[in-house]
T-cell receptor, first 112, second 112 residues
């Protein structure tokens, strides 16, 4: 049982490059979310989805896009990377509100 | 706005001693509260949640949390800490059906 799988685990980008962070879950969860974790700031919600074809913005959506074409996958796209996007990114899924979120192990992203 | 605060950046205890990690909340209406733990280079793992009912909530790995409405607190406790409990702990509150708001985190170090 893989749970939530994120790829890649590490990535270094140059300013202005684009990339996609992958997230897949095998638990048939409807709810999926992307967070970024920065020191002393906890986790901040970037985008979330309540089911295939439905996405919405979180607290810090600027510079990021998402799509949800299947229940399993929820990729996060950086359109034009900036140094301020250097962070650790976590994908999470859950059965619904008030249910525990299951997190992937994160993608550590550095923007030079 | 729904939010939580973790007033201590770090907590240091000796193995075998009681462990308490503090969390206070600010919500309108009934709070839905969670505790998560993060080990190095891993995603967050769910420990326990309070939705309604008993003020003492039992969770994973021997942890429990006490909900105190008058003090607006939801402190995490463990009667006898282990070295393996050393990790980063996050308190979180449900903001709406789709979003959790996380505290900044408390680093727990348990010395042998």
């Amino acid at each position: 049982n893989a749970g939530v799988t994120q790829t890649p685990k590490f990535q270094v980008l140059k300013t202005g490059q684009s990339m996609t962070l992958q997230c897949a879950q095998d638990m048939n969860h409807e709810y999926m979310s992307w967070y970024r974790q920065d020191p002393g700031m906890g986790l901040r919600l970037i985008h979330y989805s309540v089911g295939a074809g439905i996405t919405d913005q979180g607290e810090v959506p600027n510079g990021y896009n998402v799509s949800r074409s299947t229940t399993e996958d929820f990729p996060l796209r950086l359109l034009s990377a900036a140094p301020s996007q250097t962070s650790v990114y976590f994908c999470a899924s859950s059965l619904g509100p008030n249910q525990p979120q299951h997190f992937g192990d994160g993608t550590r992203l550095s923007i030079l | 706005a729904q939010s939580v605060a973790q007033p201590e950046d770090q907590v240091n205890v000796a193995e075998g001693n009681p462990l308490t990690v503090k969390c206070t909340y600010s919500v309108s209406g009934n709070p839905y509260l969670f505790w998560y733990v993060q080990y190095p280079n891993r995603g967050l793992q769910f420990l326990l949640k309070y939705i309604t009912g008993d003020n003492l909530v039992k969770g994973s790995y021997g942890f429990e949390a006490e909900f105190n409405k008058s003090q607006t607190s939801f402190h995490l406790k463990k009667p006898s800490a282990l070295v393996s409990d050393s990790a980063l702990y996050f308190c979180a509150v449900r903001v709406n059906d789709y979003k959790l708001s996380f505290g900044a985190g408390t680093t727990v170090t348990v010395r042998a």
